[in-house]
């Protein structure tokens, strides 16, 4: 069974650098999200995809953001020149549409 | 805008109490609510999703219920372990696809 995958699982980086994060969603899964979570904190909302349509955006993702779904299946989120405010950990979620979001293990920023 | 409150934010309990764990939110127009677990460091797990229309949803030695008309919903846990210790997040989803969810709280079952 093959869940949601995310590469790197961690990534330290110098403040400026420009990184970018994989998400592998489950086979099939039409919908891929991508939320932010910061200690203590429950994760917000970035961005959305059906397929490889990007249909909704927070006002979170300013725009040193980037995110892409080249062919409806892996997605990828750049953030480019990092501020030490983007140390969090990014969380990947698929679903089929049936409602349930099947989130991955993340992967955690660290801004030094 | 949705609001998802979550407290106590920590419970430390002995094992084998049965526990209720709250989650108010402020806007009753939802299309469903989840309760998911969160382990340290680890992503999110999905435990239970209850839709607009239903009133509860059970598995196991969980119960989920939903109130919708005074947005509240309650997750009931039965004779609790030390395995049920990580931090449980409530989330619903509106009019759009994204969840919003409470700060979540982190639970300590002893031994």
């Known amino acids: 069974d093959t869940g949601v995958s995310q590469n790197p699982r961690h990534k330290i980086t110098k403040r400026g650098q420009n990184v970018t994060f994989r998400c592998d969603p489950i086979?099939?899964?039409?919908?891929l999200y991508w939320y932010r979570q910061t200690l203590g904190q429950g994760p917000e909302f970035l961005t959305y995809?059906?397929?490889?349509?990007?249909?909704?955006k927070s006002r979170l993702l300013s725009d040193r953001f980037s995110a892409e779904r080249p062919k409806g299946s892996f997605s990828t989120l750049e953030i480019q020149r990092t501020e030490q405010g983007d140390s969090a950990m990014y969380l990947c979620?698929?679903?089929?549409?049936?409602?349930?979001?099947?989130f991955g293990p993340g992967t955690r920023l660290t801004v030094t | 805008k949705q609001e998802v409150t979550q407290i106590p934010a920590a419970l430390s309990v002995p094992e084998g109490e049965n526990l209720v764990l709250n989650c108010s939110f402020t806007d009753s127009a939802i299309y469903n609510l989840q309760w998911f677990r969160q382990d340290p460091g680890k992503g999110l797990t999905s435990l239970l999703l209850i839709q607009s229309s239903q009133r509860e949803q059970t598995s196991g030695r969980l119960n989920a219920s939903l109130d919708k008309s005074s947005g509240r919903s309650t997750l009931y846990i039965a004779a609790s372990q030390p395995g049920d210790s990580a931090t449980y997040l409530c989330?619903?989803?509106?009019?759009?696809?994204?969840?919003?969810f409470g700060k979540g709280m982190k639970l300590t079952v002893n031994p």
């Open positions: 989330a619903v989803k509106g009019g759009s696809e994204k969840l919003v």
């Open positions: 979620a698929s679903s089929s549409g049936t409602f349930r979001e099947y």
């Open positions: 086979s099939e899964h039409n919908r």
């Open positions: 995809f059906q397929n490889e349509a990007q249909l909704e």
